[in-house]
């Protein structure tokens, strides 16, 4: 059996807020595997289900930039020491013109961006600049984009640059983009990504593991129960429908309207518009969750 370190328990009560004896016998269950006792954990019921608390150890912000055309999108993360220099208006520049440079030279990955050439350099050397002139260490920990062939992408930035989201719908036409009811929706839909952290668009973009897996607990709750196996075939069911609620953007309560779910919110819209609009992409970056 692998060894069970006071570290490996500290880390397993930070993602599941179980107590201490209980992780410590979840990880001797699982043989020192964070991931199969985090299993242990929510088979007992002793553990939140799927999400884990994000742990921020960086300040800084999340900006985002759209193209002309409003048909392409980028978001990124730039981090800094302080939350002080995060508001800080030199900072922010900075900030927006990293995020400016991902959406005019699309680069695979944070190295490639680095060697892109601006207005004021290399974005190495801007970083560079950045760190002489505001006296912290500055890094860009990701970055990324998003497109749409014909349609319309949102941008929301929350809790003072904390927390953003790019969301790309894909409509019949570019004219319908500009629709004003089009580009309410397209807001509304980003602010609830941002409130309701979807995993993925649809129930068919689930990974075919992670619902195994799901469905392995819940059927071992099941038969913990006790109740009869037609009454655990519908707790099986219910307890799925519960995870696609949550996790699946177009089964989620849309928050304005908790009575509707947001696949019919988009329905309504397109019925109303004369339009077929669809949920393409969607990227959701909280500042230290990387």
């Not at 921020?56 to 020491?81: F, K, P």
């Amino acid at each position: 059996m692998a060894a069970i370190t006071a570290q490996l328990v500290k880390e397993l009560r930070e993602m599941t807020g179980a107590g201490m004896m209980e992780c410590k016998k979840a990880l001797e269950e699982a043989d020192g595997s964070i991931e199969a006792a985090v299993d242990v954990l929510r088979t007992r019921g002793l553990a939140a289900a799927q999400k884990k608390a994000g742990r921020a150890t960086n300040e800084g912000l999340i900006v985002t930039a759209i193209s002309d055309d409003g048909l392409v999108a980028a978001i990124a993360e730039v981090n800094c020491e302080t939350d002080f220099v995060s508001r800080n208006e030199v900072f922010q520049d900075f900030a927006q013109k990293v995020v400016d440079a991902v959406l005019a030279h699309k680069p695979q990955d944070i190295g490639e961006l680095l060697s892109a050439e601006t207005a004021d350099g290399t974005v190495s050397e801007m970083v560079a600049g950045a760190i002489h002139t505001i006296g912290e260490n500055i890094q860009i920990s990701r970055c990324l984009l998003i497109s749409v062939e014909t349609g319309y992408i949102a941008s929301y930035i929350h809790a003072g640059g904390r927390l953003g989201v790019l969301l790309a719908l894909s409509t019949d036409d570019q004219a319908a983009a500009d629709n004003d009811e089009i580009k309410i929706l397209a807001k509304d839909i980003a602010m609830q990504i941002a409130a309701a952290n979807p995993s993925e668009i649809a129930i068919e973009d689930f990974d075919l593991q992670v619902i195994e897996r799901e469905l392995s607990i819940y059927k071992i709750q099941a038969e913990e129960s006790g109740r009869p196996e037609n009454i655990q075939e519908m707790m099986v069911q219910g307890r799925l429908d519960k995870f696609y609620n949550e996790f699946a953007l177009l089964e989620q309560d849309f928050i304005k309207e908790p009575d509707k779910t947001i696949k019919q919110v988009i329905e309504a819209v397109a019925k109303k518009t004369g339009n077929t609009i669809k949920v393409v992409d969607f990227v959701r970056y909280l500042l230290g969750d990387n």
